[in-house]
């Protein structure tokens, strides 16, 4: 039977004992490797550090202290290798550590592993992977969701009590639904990117990923806040409070998120909790969000042309996977066709395409013009509602190499997608089963309106049990 853990409960059996004891069992859990949510496990550093803890002298002694995370693989970490799930990078161990980690570490937290993930969080699935998939902990048979799918995972297996991901296009938000845990995809900038490696930048957010909302509520509130390092962070107010009253609140649902291809049983899961929060005080009403139907292509053409940028850098000449040389060209070509997957090489040719002499407007201006007007079908909805409440994803988690068809996958994340455009923050919350395998809703709010969703997740979590 699968049991998940919290900050509080770690924390108390850090005292009744020691860090390192809870270390070692957090260790032992991941060594059985039932599900492969782990690409590096940092047991030396690990365990050091929480000796260092137990013996008083660290300097790190905050809300955090002793408790082991899960980081995903594609956040800098000093001295733990750094892959991206990436052929081209197996062997990179940073010189230094993103912000988000350093954050950790000031507040005591224990970094025990790289959690997998798909290659250069490129997917729904964490099948890209080039250390294999992750399975998911409800049913080993089936994904876990992606691209923070060994995260999210080693949450669900009770592996961790806490992790981070990163959210480009629902790569928290996905997993969280399908492993049945809760995932925070914050407000473009409430969080530093410095250290994370970059896929789209102008779209993705390093966001918690725990077993509850308040755990969530923590960990956000410890790696949010301005960051001089990174141009997009901005100083928001990081101090969360839950109080679960929902009396007066505007709920609307956007009908275009109940389309075409959504599983019955997540319809009905979603509407009974929505239901729920009626009767705990709030009010809702159907909305439109017209251009949501467009969000999808412009999603996959802005974040393919910003990934065919930002992997040109990966070429084997200072770090990572290096073959034979040749003359620089054929070096170059040699590294990156043998280096990276085949999802990954898609992306970058088609981003390749879409900002060539001649398509760059037919595609890549085109699509920045309808990201406009996505976000202003969320900067409408939020002047007469309060917060939107959709499913996270269309349907529960599906077998492993059941969508092969790279559009099949791309459809999946049809209702977070445009979240990603808008830059606004959402948080998937468990709201039912279906099979055994679980489902997530999605709360999404105004810029910088984290309290607000993670006090709705709240009232949710406890609705659902």
Known sequence: ???????????????????????????????????????????????????????????????????????????????????????????????????????????????????????????????????????????????????????????????????????????????????????????????????????????????PIASNVRDVALLYSIIAGYDPKDSTSVDSDTNITINCDLRGLAIGVPMEYFGEGINPAVEKAVWNRIHDLEAEGATYTEIEMPYTDYALAAYYIIAMSEASSNLARFDGMRYGLRTEDKDLTTTYSDVRALGFGDEVKRRIILGTFSLSTGYHDKYYLKALKVRTLVKQDFDSAFGSVDVLIAPTMPMPAFEIGELVDPLSQYLADVNTVPINLAGVPSVSVPCGSTRGLPIGLQIIGGFFEESRILDVAAVVEQVNG
């Open 1 to 207: 039977m699968i049991r998940t853990m919290n900050i509080t409960e770690v924390s108390r059996r850090i005292k009744e004992s020691s860090a390192e004891a809870v270390v070692a069992e957090h260790l032992k859990r991941i060594r059985k490797n039932e599900f492969n949510t782990f690409i590096t496990v940092a047991e030396d550093q690990s365990l050091r550090q929480a000796r260092v803890i137990d013996s008083g002298e660290s300097e790190s002694n905050g809300r955090l202290s002793g408790v082991p995370i899960a980081i995903k693989d594609n956040m800098s970490t000093k001295g733990i290798r750094t892959t991206c799930a990436s052929h081209i990078l197996d062997g990179y161990i940073p010189p230094y550590n993103a912000t988000v980690i350093e954050r950790l570490y000031a507040e005591g937290a224990i970094v025990i592993g790289k959690a997998n993930m798909d290659e250069f969080a490129m997917g729904s699935s964490t099948e890209s992977s080039y250390y294999g998939p992750t399975r998911n902990p409800h049913n080993p048979n089936c994904v876990p969701g992606g691209s923070s799918g060994g995260s999210a995972a080693a949450v669900a297996a009770g592996e961790v009590a806490i992790a981070l991901g990163s959210d480009t296009g629902g790569s928290v938000r996905c997993p969280a639904s399908f492993c049945g845990v809760v995932g925070l995809k914050p407000t473009y900038g409430a969080v530093s990117r410095y250290g994370l490696i970059a896929y789209a930048n102008s779209l993705e957010q390093i966001g």
